[in-house]
Structure formats: structure tokens, C-alpha cells
């Protein structure tokens, strides 16, 4: 299974992966998925880390690309084409644009989202498939 992490679940997985639930995290462990990152993640990780909204333990947001490679997770680019094409994404009452984009990669690279957001089922009768 292609596997996309939502940003918490990124965040859990690297420093507090009891957070993660028990399906997500022999998810993370089973070799035959392929496990990625957005580029998207690590952007919102530093603005809410630049705001004050976000702690790390033991590291600034530069160093969590590298977190993800030590972990064997892939870092998905947003290329022009997801960027481009964003506007076919139906709206709903989720307003969060990270969450919106990163929704947008998984149904477009036909990965599975990893996350324990609850707001994202809406998106499943278009192609969403989510694993918490």
C-alpha cells in the first residue's frame, strides 16, 4: 500500500508514536507499504513552529526532512500539476488549506492518507482513502 502521512500523524510517528493508533503504526512498520511525507508537511511544521504554535522536542523544523529519511519515508514533492489542479478538489466545510492540499496529493497519487482527522471522511466519495 502507498502510504501518505498527514502532518500529526508525521509528527507522532517521529517523537510520540503511542499518539499513533495501533492499525496506523503497523502500517508505518509493514515493509511492503511505501510510506511518504509531503514537502507540504514540513512547510506547515515550520510556519506553526515560526508562530508559536508548535513545539519540537530536541529539534528545529530543518532538521525533520531528515527525521523522514532516518525513518525510510519518502518526501512527496507538490509538483505544478497537484498545484495547478487543486481547484478540482470539491469544497467542504474543511477549510484548512494544508489539509486541503496534502488531501488533493493522496487522491491524485492514489496513496492512502494516514490520519486520525475526522473531517476528511467528506472526501472519501471522491477518491479519498483514509487509514487511521
Known amino acids: 500500500m502507498k502510504l501518505l502521512?498527514?502532518?500529526?500523524a508525521f509528527l507522532w510517528a517521529a517523537f510520540s508514536p503511542r499518539k499513533l493508533s495501533a492499525r496506523a503504526r503497523s502500517a508505518l512498520v509493514d515493509h511492503d507499504n511505501v510510506v511518504a511525507?509531503?514537502?507540504l508537511s514540513f512547510w506547515e511544521i515550520s510556519l506553526k513552529f515560526s508562530l508559536g504554535k508548535i513545539t519540537l522536542e530536541g529539534c528545529?523544523?530543518?532538521?525533520?526532512?531528515?527525521?523522514?529519511?532516518e525513518m525510510q519515508f519518502e518526501i512527496l514533492q507538490a509538483d505544478a500539476t497537484d498545484m495547478a489542479s487543486f481547484h478540482a478538489l470539491p469544497k467542504t466545510a474543511h477549510k484548512d488549506p494544508f489539509d486541503r492540499?496534502?488531501?488533493?496529493?493522496a487522491i491524485r497519487q492514489s496513496r492512502t492518507l494516514v490520519s486520525k482527522d475526522g473531517h476528511f471522511a467528506a472526501?472519501?466519495?471522491?477518491g479519498l482513502a483514509v487509514w487511521w
Open 5 to 8: 502521512l498527514d502532518t500529526h
Open 37 to 39: 511525507v509531503s514537502s
Open 60 to 69: 528545529t523544523p530543518d532538521e525533520l526532512p531528515a527525521v523522514a529519511r
Open 101 to 105: 492540499m496534502i488531501i488533493w496529493q
Open 123 to 126: 472526501y472519501q466519495p471522491h
